[in-house]
């Protein structure tokens, strides 16, 4: 496990290790802004479809229901890491789990983690091509998204986090900006009945809870934040609050604007909503200037997905440089987005079974995880029981 | 890729930066030539060494001292030829008071000038060339130089680059005794250190550090130190320009140090944990390490009230995204997204347009291109026919152009604003890294509009904010995070700036007496009330 240490270079040297722009490490603000782009830009892909899919005019809602059904799970895993202060989640997972049933956990970490990157991706270079460049071949824009991502994502995770933590302002003022751009097109009884399609919501939130897995796959670089557990749960707990809000918003505004039934007639809301947005009898059609941040907050999104890739994969190959299996990743990523296209439909259904999948492992592994760091004891029991 | 990356490294320097600390230093020392006993001898070698036979520059003049033969030797234009006749020649041919013999350095005669034995040929012959004469005594095992060169110098000027409106109008000349001083004046204490390093094997550049002690992280000053080590067991023939030598990363758009030619932007920055690099022959001090902050200020920014600072910063700032993303906005949205521009302006520029025959990309490269010859020609011409290029840059390239259908006159606006933006950036380095990186986002632009623009704005943050100076991130204190006065954008008023920049780990953490300013603003509740809380 020794090689899996996030060692620098000269770690010898005092001043790099206590410097805040050389040891490698995520504070809160940027844990905040993470989980932001992590799971805030999910309000403006497919995934909205989906929402209306499960519960219909209530999909608004879902966010929060997310966010209620995210909590206790979140403390759970905030507990398991801080019985293991300062220790990655793999480190903890090979301390209970043994080595072997580890690896195996790593390896369908990063399979489906592999398969979402590249349905997600494939689908974002879709929206991109589909709304605002329909005479570029869709391999060119999935490519140079595909390459910008791998080097923001090759810069390191602390990279990451300074860029998604300098844009976050920006993309939460680009929501505002929105709202103000389509609120005389709002129609608010759009949302009744309020609970939509009723129990089924509740549901299909829990079999569809694989959607907001992102932050747990962040569990991975727990001995990276700068606070430890306690940094964890406060940056989870805020970053997704603030994505759920956002999420809720831009839903709120979709199911507004397009009317309820209308709603599921229409393909790539956001893309859509930035169209109609205008201010005034001048400024109107600035779809182009939303594409912009939204890209900026896509690039940020898969870079970490990428990263985390990367990650697992050092993890299960044992590779002495971690960065040098960015070039398999990227292209292997690239080869897997070029499946063939047919319909939409399609993407739905791929996406479905890989949030089924997910769902059903990632949820059951940490709550594996954290009964057996109950029973096995971690550092806290450890020391009752010495003394 | 890692590979490629470290490539780009200042690799030699950095090579040796782990050598030089192995190396033995006594190795690295030259060979020394013990200084003969005999006079004559003596003036045979250093004619030997200077080529005296073919050198004008060598003089002696042939002197006795008391019983003993003597002889001053120095490079002819290097000393004040009056100086020495009074000073030196003069005083010797008095007699001595008693046929005591006396040593030159507290001869009376000679005991008011500052006088340093040497006891080697080497010794001598850098003395000489720093414009030192040299008294050799027949018989003595030393000889000995009097400090009093006379090279020709440059008065202090005012900036040239770095003028300000309201603040001092002082800047650095070649000499580094004069800028030494001047560093002083404004930094009067005694834990100011000047550390002198000699580099280059054919010409002999004095390298000096400035830092405060007991402000500055030492390990900061070790890690410049090492790379001068370095450059020192290479054994290089000339350092040119220090600034190239100690970088990590020469291939990089970005600065990695603040290259300033005004003494108190050097004493500010010493005072906040800095360290300042200047070389002999070469008017501007290297302040390192530097953040995008240091490079996007100006003086001015601290001397100017409040609200006229952020004023100029706003402006600043609008400048750099104006400089930068203009011809490539342009380009984007009249290429791609041309249901961006309202529908009257589009049917001008259409209109604008009807005639010029290429496409628009072809046109801003035109037109972008002449402006940088303008900018590079103009800094060459000679100054008296100066103001043509005036002429020339707004009669031929604005008005011909246009009534030439070569281009259309929206692309002279665009490329106008472009213009003037970028001289509104206060250092020179950023401000070249800027115009460059103008060229990879009119690339983008023209290849994929907004999508992009947004995909190297995202690439060229990410890789700024990883970017280390030093060892300090480039966009510190904001990416990372860093307790700091909040000096960024905008700045706080100057009492309320307590806090030194803490990216740089200076050993002193604030600027004033933290806990009775923190009082005071617990007990002042006006003050608490209306206080700008960043």
Redesign the interface.
């Known amino acids: 496990m020794k090689f899996m240490k996030y060692s620098t270079a000269s770690a010898q040297d005092v001043f790099r290790q206590n410097n805040p722009s050389t040891n490698d490490r995520i504070g809160l603000r940027e844990l905040i802004a993470i989980d932001f782009f992590l799971l805030g830009v999910k309000g403006t892909d497919l995934t909205a479809s989906f929402f209306f899919q499960f519960a219909g005019s209530a999909a608004w809602l879902l966010p929060l229901l997310i966010f209620i059904f995210l909590l206790p799970i979140i403390f759970l895993v905030t507990h398991l890491l801080s019985q293991y202060e300062g220790k990655s989640l793999l480190f903890i997972s090979e301390q209970l789990l043994g080595r072997s049933l580890t690896y195996l956990a790593a390896f369908v970490l990063f399979v489906l983690g592999m398969a979402a990157t590249v349905l997600n991706m494939r689908s974002y270079a879709q929206m991109t091509g589909i709304m605002f460049y329909g005479r570029t071949p869709l391999i060119f824009l999935y490519g140079v998204i595909l390459l910008t991502t791998a080097y923001v994502a090759y810069r390191g995770l602390e990279a990451i986090g300074r860029v998604a933590s300098l844009l976050l302002p920006y993309a939460v003022f680009s929501f505002v900006l929105l709202y103000f751009g389509v609120y005389d097109m709002m129609d608010y009884r759009a949302i009744f009945p309020l609970f939509g399609q009723g129990w089924k919501m509740i549901s299909e939130t829990i079999l569809h809870l694989g959607f907001v897995v992102d932050i747990f796959y962040f569990a991975l670089f727990a001995s990276m934040l700068k606070g430890g557990s306690r940094t964890y749960k406060h940056g989870t707990l805020i970053g997704v609050g603030i994505a759920g809000v956002g999420t809720m918003g831009l839903i709120f505004m979709y199911t507004d604007v397009f009317g309820y039934p209308g709603v599921n007639q229409v393909l790539f809301h956001y893309q859509q909503i930035t169209r109609i947005a205008h201010y005034g009898q001048f400024i109107n059609h600035i779809e182009a200037a939303f594409l912009g941040t939204w890209i900026l907050a896509t690039v940020v999104h898969f870079a970490l997905y990428l990263y985390t890739m990367v990650y697992l994969l050092h993890y299960l190959v044992r590779s002495e440089d971690m960065f040098r299996l960015f070039i398999p990743v990227t292209a292997a990523v690239f080869f897997a987005g070029l499946y063939p296209y047919r319909s939409e439909k399609l993407f739905f259904i791929y996406r479905e079974w890989i949030v089924w999948i997910l769902t059903a492992t990632v949820y059951p592994y940490f709550l594996l995880l954290v009964l057996l760091a109950r029973i096995k004891g971690g550092k806290k029991r450890g020391r009752k029981k010495t003394s | ?2 590979w490629m990356r470290s490539k780009m490294k200042n690799q030699i320097v950095m090579h040796y930066e782990s050598l030089a600390r192995e190396h033995d230093q006594k190795k690295r020392k030259r060979p020394t030539t013990p200084l003969p006993r005999r006079l004559s001898v003596s003036i045979k070698l250093l004619k030997e060494r200077f080529y005296a036979d073919k050198n004008a520059d060598f003089q002696t003049r042939h002197t006795v001292y008391g019983q003993k033969r003597a002889c001053l030797i120095y490079l002819q234009g290097t000393v004040d030829q009056a100086l020495i006749e009074d000073a030196i020649l003069a005083p010797l041919n008095h007699p001595l008071p008693n046929r005591r013999r006396l040593h030159p350095g507290i001869d009376a005669r000679l005991s008011s000038l500052d006088i340093e034995p040497l006891a080697t040929l080497e010794a001598i012959s850098d003395h000489l060339l720093n414009g030192h004469p040299v008294l050799l005594i027949d018989g003595e095992k030393e000889a000995y130089a009097f400090s009093m060169n006379a090279f020709p110098e440059r008065a202090i000027d005012k900036p040239d680059n770095e003028n300000v409106l309201k603040g001092p109008h002082e800047a650095f000349t070649e000499k580094i005794e004069k800028n030494t001083a001047l560093i002083r004046r404004y930094l009067r204490t005694p834990r100011l250190i000047h550390e002198m390093h000699t580099l280059g094997r054919l010409q002999k550049t004095s390298v000096s550090l400035f830092y405060v002690e007991g402000i500055v ?1 030492p ?2 000053v070790e ?1 410049i130190k090492k790379r001068l080590d370095a450059i020192e067991a290479l054994d290089y023939d000339s350092v040119v320009n220090i600034e190239q030598f100690i970088e990590e990363r020469p291939y990089s758009l970005l600065p990695s140090m603040l290259t300033t030619e005004r003494p108190d932007r050097v004493a500010a920055h010493l005072a906040e944990g800095h360290i300042a690099i200047m070389q002999d022959n070469f008017p501007y001090a290297y302040i390192a390490p530097a953040t995008y902050w240091t490079l996007f200020h100006t003086p001015e920014d601290h001397y100017a009230r409040l609200p006229y600072a952020w004023f100029s910063r706003a402006i600043r700032t609008f400048a750099f995204f104006l400089t930068l993303l203009t011809p490539a906005v342009y380009i ?2 009249t290429n ?2 041309l ?2 521009i ?1 529908i009257d302006l589009l049917m001008a520029i259409a209109g604008s347009r009807e005639m010029v025959p290429f496409p628009v990309i072809l046109e801003i490269l035109l037109m972008e291109f002449s402006f940088e010859l303008i900018r590079e020609a103009s800094i060459r011409i000679p100054s008296q026919i100066g103001p043509t290029i005036g002429i020339v840059g707004a009669l031929i390239l604005g008005q011909a152009a246009v009534q030439a259908n070569i281009i259309s006159p929206i692309m002279v606006i665009v490329v106008a604003i472009t213009g003037l933006a970028s001289y509104a950036h206060p250092d020179l380095s950023f401000g070249f890294a800027i115009r460059i990186a103008r060229f990879f986002f009119i690339a983008a632009a023209a290849i ?12 060229s ?3 700024i ?2 970017f ?1 100076s030093f ?3 480039y ?2 204190p ?5 307790p700091s006065s909040h000096d960024v954008f905008l700045r706080k008023p100057l009492p309320d700036e307590t806090i030194m920049p803490l ?1 740089n ?1 200076p050993l002193q953490k604030t600027k004033a007496n933290r806990p009775r300013y923190l009082a005071l603003k617990e007990k002042d509740q006006w003050r608490k009330k209306r206080r700008w809380r960043p």
């Open positions: 890729m890692r992280n390990s900061l890690t984007a949205a791609y997204h249901e961006m309202p994929l509009g907004f999508l992009g623009i947004a995909l190297l704005l995202a690439a943050l990410a890789y904010v990883s280390k060892g300090v991130g966009f510190t904001w990416a990372p995070y860093v990216a780990l």
